[in-house]
């Protein structure tokens, strides 16, 4: 299909390039819109762009799917992309007190010693609990922190829970509710082939998939530019929609136009716009965000041949660190071995402001101190990305936050990750949310918005 054999005269712009803008993009242009996207960023993918390390590619936040993650792996079908994708092994280690754990199976946690006999059968029970659990709600009204002190205990709360809390959330790890918790274990703990955790990734990385889906968007008379900052967003008096750039004086009307930004950053690019509401607007801005900053390094020395490293221990500075090589082999890694290091850390954080090569520095330090025989002198290649919008707070009260997709401003959607609930974020959320609003597009449901939008 092109521009010619176009099924509909109607035109759609998307703000952002990441998995849900690029998501809508593609649909609705196989669906004969006219679709042109507007990414701030010079590359594609959002939270999941590449870069590459010794010609490698590779992304720049450490990134899998889950078996149960369908609507990533169709799409990837649809667009003839599948045959690079193949689920690998996980193993996954605690590192508490100086000392490494494995940390997969129950005879694994009945080996914790740190824990008392009594709080490692009441950590498995706990797991085992929340693995079944199915009645999220009751855990929207408690945050984690509480209801693990109260059914896990305290201590087993002290080393397993409060590091892992503090690592992804920082000084939020009191407020985020049980539910968050409850739905990431949820999923992890079905993604499983028998009682083995398999994770998914892409040879040439999710790279592969995001150039297929802006390539099959453009052959179908799409548009998709990069480093395109969009400043502000307002409507004509037919109810289309205008979005603005932020460094040129270009504007362009569409029909319908989907900001798949963070909350807050629709509230900017609206807050001069006579249609938003205080509702709306209030909801925007009342989710908080946190970001993330991620190390990536290639060795000729392997550190570790765990997959995943949850740190346990306050002297380390970083939540967790990722032997990629591991997951998916030397062959995938350019023979070398590949490590990600990571850390969640507020707005305010020093990381922002900070040589990225001191980070690096203290975090080498801390892997020193994790692992002795570490020897920084072989490391090949080096990098570390800040990413400010990397996570949002869920909190209790978080639905009576939740945005609508329908926006007050006719003919403007939004859709981001602050919008799945219970579900925590991930690209498989991002493509459904995006097949979801092409849907929402197709079915050109009359505004203003209603309760169910
Ligand atoms: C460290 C880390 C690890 C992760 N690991 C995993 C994982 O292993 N598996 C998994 O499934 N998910 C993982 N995720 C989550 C996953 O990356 C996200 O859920 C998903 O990429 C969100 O896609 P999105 O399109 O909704 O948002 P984004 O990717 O954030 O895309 C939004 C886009 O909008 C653009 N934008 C913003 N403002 C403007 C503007 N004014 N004008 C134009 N463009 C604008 C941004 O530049 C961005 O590209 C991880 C995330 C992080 C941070």
Not at 104 to 122: G, Q
Not at 212 to 233: F, L, Q, R, W
Not at 253 to 277: G, I, N, Q, R, Y
Not at 424 to 447: H, L, T
Request: proline share 4%; hydrophobic share 35%; glycine share 6%.
């Amino acid at each position: 299909m092109n521009q010619n054999t176009r099924q509909t005269n109607k035109s759609v712009g998307v703000i952002g390039a990441g998995y849900t803008g690029l998501t809508v993009g593609y649909r609705l242009a196989m669906q004969g819109y006219d679709v042109t996207i507007y990414e701030k960023s010079p590359l594609t993918g959002g939270l999941v762009a590449g870069f590459e390390m010794d010609g490698i590619p590779l992304e720049r936040a450490y990134h899998f799917i889950y078996t149960t993650d369908h609507e990533v792996i169709n799409l990837a079908k649809e667009v003839g992309v599948d045959q690079n994708l193949s689920f690998h092994d996980s193993n996954v280690s605690t590192y508490y007190d100086g000392k490494l754990y494995p940390f997969m199976t129950p005879l694994d946690l009945l080996r914790f010693t740190p824990l008392s006999i009594i709080d490692r059968i009441r950590t498995g029970l706990v797991g085992f609990y929340l693995q079944k659990l199915t009645n999220w709600k009751p855990l929207t009204q408690v945050t984690a922190y509480d209801w693990l002190n109260k059914w896990n205990g305290k201590k087993a709360t002290e080393i397993i829970w409060t590091p892992l809390l503090k690592g992804k959330f920082d000084h939020y790890y009191d407020k985020v509710t049980m539910c968050w918790l409850w739905s990431r274990i949820h999923v992890r703990a079905n993604s499983k082939d028998s009682t083995q955790e398999k994770l998914g990734y892409m040879t040439g990385g999710f790279r592969v998939l995001t150039d297929k889906m802006t390539t099959d968007i453009e052959s179908n008379g799409g548009n998709v530019y990069t480093s395109s900052d969009i400043s502000h967003i307002s409507s004509e008096d037919d109810g289309r929609v205008t979005v603005h750039t932020a460094n040129s004086d270009t504007t362009k009307t569409f029909d319908h136009v989907v900001a798949t930004t963070p909350s807050h950053v629709l509230a900017a690019l609206t807050k001069d716009h006579p249609d938003m509401t205080q509702k709306y607007a209030t909801q925007l801005t009342s989710i908080d965000y946190i970001g993330a900053a991620v190390m990536i390094f290639s060795t000729d020395q392997e550190i570790s041949d765990y997959y995943w490293h949850n740190i346990n221990d306050e002297r380390i500075p970083f939540l967790v660190l990722l032997s990629k090589t591991s997951l998916s082999g030397k062959e995938s890694t350019g023979g070398r071995y590949l490590y990600y290091i990571g850390d969640y850390v507020t707005h305010d954080h020093r990381y922002f402001s900070m040589d990225k090569k001191d980070i690096m520095s203290e975090w080498k330090q801390g892997l020193k101190t994790m692992f002795p025989h570490f020897d920084e002198s072989q490391i090949v290649s080096e990098e570390l990305f800040t990413f400010r919008n990397a996570q949002h707070i869920v909190d209790i009260g978080y639905e009576d936050k939740m945005p609508s997709y329908k926006t007050p401003i006719k003919n403007l959607y939004l859709a981001n990750f602050s919008q799945i609930f219970p579900d925590d974020r991930g690209i498989n959320y991002a493509v459904k949310e995006g097949e979801m609003i092409a849907q929402m597009i197709e079915k050109n449901a009359p505004w203003p918005v209603t309760d169910n939008d």
